[in-house]
C-alpha cells in the first residue's frame, strides 16, 4: 500500500502547489471545491510540453535577479529597496501565473467534459430518432404490401386480371410509390380505408421522423467536433498550468531566499541565505527520491497481490486476450455500464456510469489495454487525473481517477498494449481507489465489458 505521507496519498497538495494556494488565499478566499480541483493539477505528471507548443509567459521572460545582484543592492539602501520591490513582484507574478493557470485548466476540463456529454446526448437522440423512423418505415411498408395483396385479391375476385396486370406492370419500389398507385383504386380504398389511412399515416410518420433524425445527426457531429476542440483546449490548458507551476518551484525558492536577505539587518551574509537555498534543494530532491522509491514498492506490491489474485480466480491487469488486448487492470469488477445513483468525491458529484471499474488497490499499474497513441493526459474534471488512447478505427480507450504524480506517458505518445500508463488512484469524482475504464467507439462511450470479453478477457 502507499506511503502515509499526505502527498503521497493525494491528501493534500504539493509545496509548490501550497505556495500557489496561499498567495491565492490572501487576495481571495478559495472554497473547498475549488482547492480540490487546484489540488487535483499537482497530479498533471509527465506532459508533452514542446509537443503542445507551450511557451513561457513573456512576464518571466526578464532576467532573474542573481546572488551577485543582491550582494550589491545590499550595500545601498536606495538599490536595495528597487530590489526588494522587483523581487517582491516576481514572486506575487509567478504565484498569481500558477493559480490564474490551474484555475483556467479547471474551467477548459470542465467545459471538455460538458462538450463530451452534451455530444454523447445528441448521438442517442439521433440514433433514437432514426430507430423510431426506421420502426415507421417497416409499418408503412408491411401496410402497403397487405393493400397490395387485397388489390390483387379484389380484381382477380372481379376478373379483371388484365386491368390488375396493366396496374402493376411497372413494379413499385417504395411503399410511397405502391401508396400513390392504391390511392387510385377507389374500390380497394372504399373497402380498405382504415387500412390505407394506417399505412399513409405511418408513411408520414417515418419521414418526418427520418428528416427529425437527419438534423439531430447534423447537430450530434457539431457537438463531437466542439467536445474534440474542448478537449483539446483542456490538454493545453493543463500543459500551461504544469508549465507555470515548474516554472514557480524553480524559481520561487531562491527568490524568497533573496528577499529574506535583502531585508535581513542582522550580520547574516547573503552567503549564508544561499547555502540554505541549496540545501534545501538537495533536501527536496531525496524527499522526492524517498517517494518515487516508496511509490514503486507500493505498485510492486500492488502488482504482486493482484498476481496473487488472480491465481485465485481473479482477473490480472496486463493479461493478454485476443486481436492485440490486454486486462488494464487487476481486480473484480466493482461498478458495471449503465446508470446509478449518485456518486460524489473529492468536490465532485456524477450520475450515470460510461464504464466499467476494476477494484484494484491504490497504486496498482494501469496497462493500455490495446496499442495506440495517447490523445490525450491531463487532469479532467470529473475524471480526475485521466488518459485516453486512440487505437485507430474509431475506438478509443479511457483511463480515469490516476493517482496524483501518476502518470507514465505523455501527450502525443505512442504505446503498446500491455505497457503500463499510469497507477490507480482516487482523484476525481470518486470515493475510494479504482480505475474506472472507458471504450470510445465513433466518440461515445460503449458498455467496455462485451468489448473486452470479445478479445478473450477475463471480466465477468
Same mark, same amino acid.
Request: aromatic residues 6%; hydrophobic residues 40%.
Given at each position: 500500500?502507499?506511503?502515509?505521507?499526505?502527498?503521497?496519498?493525494?491528501?493534500?497538495?504539493?509545496?509548490?502547489?501550497?505556495?500557489?494556494?496561499t498567495a491565492q488565499?490572501?487576495?481571495?478566499?478559495?472554497?473547498?471545491?475549488?482547492?480540490?480541483?487546484?489540488?487535483?493539477?499537482?497530479?498533471?505528471?509527465?506532459?508533452?510540453?514542446?509537443?503542445?507548443?507551450?511557451?513561457?509567459?513573456?512576464?518571466?521572460?526578464?532576467?532573474?535577479?542573481?546572488?551577485?545582484?543582491?550582494?550589491?543592492?545590499?550595500?545601498?539602501?536606495?538599490?536595495?529597496?528597487?530590489?526588494?520591490?522587483?523581487?517582491?513582484?516576481?514572486?506575487?507574478?509567478?504565484?498569481?501565473?500558477?493559480?490564474?493557470?490551474?484555475?483556467?485548466?479547471?474551467?477548459?476540463?470542465?467545459?471538455?467534459?460538458?462538450?463530451?456529454?452534451?455530444?454523447?446526448?445528441?448521438?442517442?437522440?439521433?440514433?433514437?430518432?432514426?430507430?423510431?423512423?426506421?420502426?415507421?418505415?417497416?409499418?408503412?411498408?408491411?401496410?402497403?404490401?397487405?393493400?397490395?395483396?387485397?388489390?390483387?385479391?379484389?380484381?382477380?375476385?372481379?376478373?379483371?386480371?388484365?386491368?390488375?396486370?396493366?396496374?402493376?406492370?411497372?413494379?413499385?419500389?417504395?411503399?410511397?410509390?405502391?401508396?400513390?398507385?392504391?390511392?387510385?383504386?377507389?374500390?380497394?380504398?372504399?373497402?380498405?380505408?382504415?387500412?390505407?389511412?394506417?399505412?399513409?399515416?405511418?408513411?408520414?410518420?417515418?419521414?418526418?421522423?427520418?428528416?427529425?433524425?437527419?438534423?439531430?445527426?447534423?447537430?450530434?457531429?457539431?457537438?463531437?467536433?466542439?467536445?474534440?476542440?474542448?478537449?483539446?483546449?483542456?490538454?493545453?490548458?493543463?500543459?500551461?498550468?504544469?508549465?507555470?507551476?515548474?516554472?514557480?518551484?524553480?524559481?520561487?525558492?531562491?527568490?524568497?531566499?533573496?528577499?529574506?536577505?535583502?531585508?535581513?539587518?542582522?550580520?547574516k551574509t547573503v552567503?549564508?541565505?544561499?547555502?540554505?537555498?541549496?540545501?534545501?534543494?538537495?533536501?527536496?530532491?531525496?524527499?522526492?527520491?524517498?517517494l518515487a522509491a516508496?511509490?514503486?514498492?507500493?505498485?510492486?506490491?500492488?502488482?504482486?497481490?493482484?498476481?496473487?489474485?488472480?491465481?485465485?480466480?481473479?482477473?490480472?491487469?496486463?493479461?493478454?486476450?485476443?486481436?492485440?488486448?490486454?486486462?488494464?487492470?487487476?481486480?473484480?469488477?466493482?461498478?458495471?455500464?449503465?446508470?446509478?445513483?449518485?456518486?460524489?468525491?473529492?468536490?465532485?458529484?456524477?450520475?450515470?456510469?460510461?464504464?466499467?471499474?476494476?477494484?484494484?488497490?491504490?497504486?496498482?499499474?494501469?496497462?493500455?489495454?490495446? #496499442?495506440?497513441?495517447?490523445?490525450?493526459?491531463?487532469?479532467?474534471? #470529473?475524471?480526475?487525473?485521466?488518459?485516453?488512447?486512440?487505437?485507430?478505427?474509431?475506438?478509443?480507450?479511457?483511463?480515469?481517477?490516476?493517482?496524483?504524480?501518476?502518470?507514465?506517458?505523455?501527450?502525443?505518445?505512442?504505446?503498446?498494449?500491455?505497457?503500463?500508463?499510469?497507477?490507480?488512484?482516487?482523484?476525481?469524482?470518486?470515493?475510494?481507489?479504482?480505475?474506472?475504464?472507458?471504450?470510445?467507439?465513433?466518440?461515445?462511450?460503449?458498455?467496455?465489458?462485451?468489448?473486452?470479453?470479445?478479445?478473450?478477457?477475463?471480466?465477468?
Open positions: 500500500m502507499p506511503s502515509n505521507d499526505a502527498e503521497d496519498c493525494g491528501c493534500a497538495p504539493t509545496p509548490g502547489e501550497l505556495a500557489a494556494l488565499k490572501a487576495r481571495t478566499p478559495l472554497s473547498r471545491r475549488k482547492a480540490l480541483q487546484l489540488g487535483g493539477l499537482g497530479g498533471l505528471g509527465i506532459l508533452g510540453l514542446g509537443a503542445l507548443g507551450v511557451a513561457v509567459s513573456p512576464a518571466f521572460a526578464a532576467d532573474y535577479p542573481s546572488w551577485d545582484d543582491v550582494q550589491r543592492a545590499k550595500a545601498n539602501e536606495a538599490a536595495k529597496a528597487d530590489e526588494v520591490t522587483r523581487i517582491q513582484g516576481l514572486i506575487d507574478a509567478l504565484q498569481a501565473d500558477v493559480v490564474a493557470k490551474q484555475a483556467e485548466a479547471v474551467r477548459l476540463a470542465g467545459e471538455y467534459a460538458a462538450a463530451q456529454e452534451a455530444f454523447e446526448d445528441a448521438a442517442a437522440k439521433a440514433a433514437d430518432l432514426q430507430t423510431q423512423a426506421d420502426a415507421e418505415k417497416q409499418r408503412a411498408d408491411e401496410a402497403a404490401q397487405k393493400l397490395g395483396r387485397l388489390a390483387a385479391q379484389q380484381y382477380r375476385t372481379g376478373g379483371d386480371d388484365a386491368a390488375l396486370e396493366l396496374f402493376f406492370s411497372d413494379s413499385a419500389t417504395s411503399a410511397d410509390d405502391l401508396l400513390a398507385r392504391l390511392g387510385t383504386m377507389d374500390r380497394l380504398v372504399e373497402a380498405n380505408r382504415g387500412v390505407y389511412a394506417d399505412a399513409v399515416s405511418a408513411r408520414d410518420n417515418a419521414q418526418n421522423l427520418s428528416n427529425q433524425a437527419s438534423v439531430a445527426r447534423d447537430e450530434r457531429d457539431r457537438l463531437q467536433k466542439e467536445a474534440e476542440k474542448k478537449m483539446i483546449a483542456a490538454q493545453d490548458a493543463a500543459a500551461a498550468a504544469q508549465a507555470a507551476l515548474d516554472l514557480q518551484t524553480e524559481h520561487l525558492g531562491t527568490l524568497q531566499a533573496q528577499l529574506a536577505a535583502l531585508q535581513d539587518e542582522t550580520a552567503a549564508d541565505y544561499e547555502a540554505g537555498v541549496e540545501a534545501a534543494r538537495k533536501a527536496e530532491e531525496e524527499r522526492q527520491a524517498r516508496e511509490r514503486a514498492a507500493a505498485a510492486q506490491r500492488a502488482a504482486e497481490e493482484a498476481a496473487a489474485a488472480a491465481a485465485s480466480g481473479g482477473g490480472s491487469g496486463g493479461q493478454a486476450g485476443t486481436g492485440g488486448w490486454v486486462r488494464p487492470a487487476s481486480g473484480g469488477i466493482s461498478s458495471w455500464f449503465g446508470n446509478r445513483g449518485t456518486i460524489c468525491g473529492n468536490g465532485y458529484c456524477t450520475s450515470g456510469h460510461r464504464g466499467i471499474d476494476f477494484a484494484a488497490a491504490c497504486w496498482s499499474p494501469i496497462y493500455a489495454a490495446a #496499442s495506440g497513441t495517447v490523445v490525450f493526459a491531463a487532469y479532467a474534471d #470529473s475524471w480526475g487525473n485521466y488518459v485516453k488512447i486512440d487505437h485507430g478505427g474509431g475506438i478509443i480507450t479511457g483511463y480515469a481517477h490516476i493517482a496524483p504524480g501518476g502518470f507514465n506517458v505523455s501527450y502525443g505518445q505512442w504505446v503498446n498494449a500491455g505497457q503500463v500508463i499510469a497507477y490507480v488512484g482516487n482523484t476525481g469524482a470518486s470515493s475510494g481507489c479504482h480505475l474506472h475504464f472507458e471504450v470510445y467507439s465513433g466518440g461515445t462511450r460503449i458498455d467496455p465489458a462485451p468489448v473486452l470479453y470479445s478479445h478473450g478477457i477475463n471480466v465477468y
